[in-house]
């Protein structure tokens, strides 16, 4: 059957990017949220990324018109109801997915399509705790998500090769680039990026070099758009320590290990861009 109506589940940074790109290929795109306030927060996103490429002369007014034609906010699961295909982007708790796949699944068709965008949780459990393991698998999208051209297309275990296909021509359809990774812990990006950016931080710890020093060699030296720590900041601190955790009990390998000063960053709160202060200070 062919994706017609998209939902997505969550309007944060990913699923606000999610829905935009979705919207902006001409797909009926419904996005949820758990209450008007953070929907009305979401959409204002979305509206903003739009204003800023008018703005900069890389979005058009007319496709400015289709995406906002195309999207719809709501609270409720039933507005799910006609969706073809469902992606999930909310927060990285196993239960707390499980329980929006239960409402997802109480109201979408027997066709419909659930893909999370979880950067590290295992998709195969997730599937399992549906009535239709073998149509769920993973997109896992890229920060800032109408900018990044990637989207990994992932394969659990019961994924059949019928919902792989249409998850990777769907993510041809929104004009990224799929690449297929099985449900391993941090899939291809994440498995060879997390050692990276925590080697960063490693650096930084032995005073290798000042943060600048070590972003500069990774830009200047490597072509890099923004060096490790500049990076880890704009993911955030947190998330890149709960990825590493996951990744360090699926493999248990050095490599994936948090550093210390990772950890100590977390617990004061020095998050990245998001807290106004992580590697660097933005107030
Ligand atoms: N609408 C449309 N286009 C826009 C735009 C908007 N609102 N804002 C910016 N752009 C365009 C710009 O015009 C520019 O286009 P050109 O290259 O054609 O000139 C391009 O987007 C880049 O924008 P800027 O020049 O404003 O900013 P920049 O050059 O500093 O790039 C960046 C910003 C894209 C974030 C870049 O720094 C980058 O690629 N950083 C790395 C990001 C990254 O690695 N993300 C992955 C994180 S890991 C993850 O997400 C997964 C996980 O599981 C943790």
């Given at each position: 059957m062919p994706i017609k109506?998209?939902?997505?589940?969550?309007?944060?940074?990913?699923?606000?990017?999610?829905?935009?790109?979705?919207?902006?290929?001409g797909f009926k795109t419904i996005v949820l949220e758990v209450n008007e306030d953070?929907?009305?927060?979401?959409?204002?996103?979305?509206?903003?990324f739009l204003a800023g490429g008018v703005e900069k002369g890389k979005v058009t007014g007319e496709q400015r018109k289709t995406v906002l034609d195309n999207l719809s906010g709501t609270t409720k699961y039933a507005d799910l109801k006609d969706c073809d295909l469902v992606i999930e982007a909310i927060i990285e708790n196993v239960e707390i997915k499980?329980?929006?796949?239960?409402?997802?699944?109480?109201?979408?068709?027997?066709?419909?399509?659930?893909?999370?965008?979880?950067?590290?949780l295992c998709i195969t459990e997730l599937g399992a705790a549906t009535r239709r393991p073998d149509k769920v698998g993973g997109l896992h999208f890229f920060n800032p998500v109408p900018l990044m051209k990637l989207v990994e297309v992932i394969r659990a275990l019961a994924t059949s090769q019928q919902t792989h296909d249409t998850l990777m021509g769907f993510v041809q359809a929104i004009g990224k680039e799929p690449i297929s990774a099985p449900d391993k812990g941090g899939f291809i990006v994440n498995r060879l990026l997390v050692p990276y950016l925590l080697d960063a931080i490693r650096c930084l710890e032995e005073g290798l070099g000042t943060a600048q020093d070590i972003d500069n060699g990774m830009k200047l030296g490597c072509g890099h758009p923004m060096g490790p720590l500049a990076l880890l900041d704009f993911v955030g601190l947190d998330t890149?320590?709960?990825?590493?955790?996951i990744m360090f009990d699926e493999f248990r390998e050095q490599r994936f290990a948090p550093p210390p000063l990772l950890r100590r960053m977390v617990l004061a709160g020095h998050l990245g861009k998001k807290s106004g202060k992580g590697f660097y200070d933005y107030k």
């Amino acid at each position: 059957m062919p994706i017609k109506t998209v939902g997505v589940l969550g309007c944060g940074l990913m699923g606000a990017g999610i829905a935009q790109v979705s919207a902006a290929a001409g797909f009926k795109t419904i996005v949820l949220e758990v209450n008007e306030d953070v929907l009305k927060k979401g959409l204002g996103r979305i509206e903003k990324f739009l204003a800023g490429g008018v703005e900069k002369g890389k979005v058009t007014g007319e496709q400015r018109k289709t995406v906002l034609d195309n999207l719809s906010g709501t609270t409720k699961y039933a507005d799910l109801k006609d969706c073809d295909l469902v992606i999930e982007a909310i927060i990285e708790n196993v239960e707390i997915k499980k329980q929006a796949y239960a409402q997802v699944e109480a109201v979408v068709g027997p066709h419909c399509i659930i893909a999370s965008n979880t950067s590290s949780l295992c998709i195969t459990e997730l599937g399992a705790a549906t009535r239709r393991p073998d149509k769920v698998g993973g997109l896992h999208f890229f920060n800032p998500v109408p900018l990044m051209k990637l989207v990994e297309v992932i394969r659990a275990l019961a994924t059949s090769q019928q919902t792989h296909d249409t998850l990777m021509g769907f993510v041809q359809a929104i004009g990224k680039e799929p690449i297929s990774a099985p449900d391993k812990g941090g899939f291809i990006v994440n498995r060879l990026l997390v050692p990276y950016l925590l080697d960063a931080i490693r650096c930084l710890e032995e005073g290798l070099g000042t943060a600048q020093d070590i972003d500069n060699g990774m830009k200047l030296g490597c072509g890099h758009p923004m060096g490790p720590l500049a990076l880890l900041d704009f993911v955030g601190l947190d998330t890149t320590y709960y990825i590493a955790n996951i990744m360090f009990d699926e493999f248990r390998e050095q490599r994936f290990a948090p550093p210390p000063l990772l950890r100590r960053m977390v617990l004061a709160g020095h998050l990245g861009k998001k807290s106004g202060k992580g590697f660097y200070d933005y107030k």
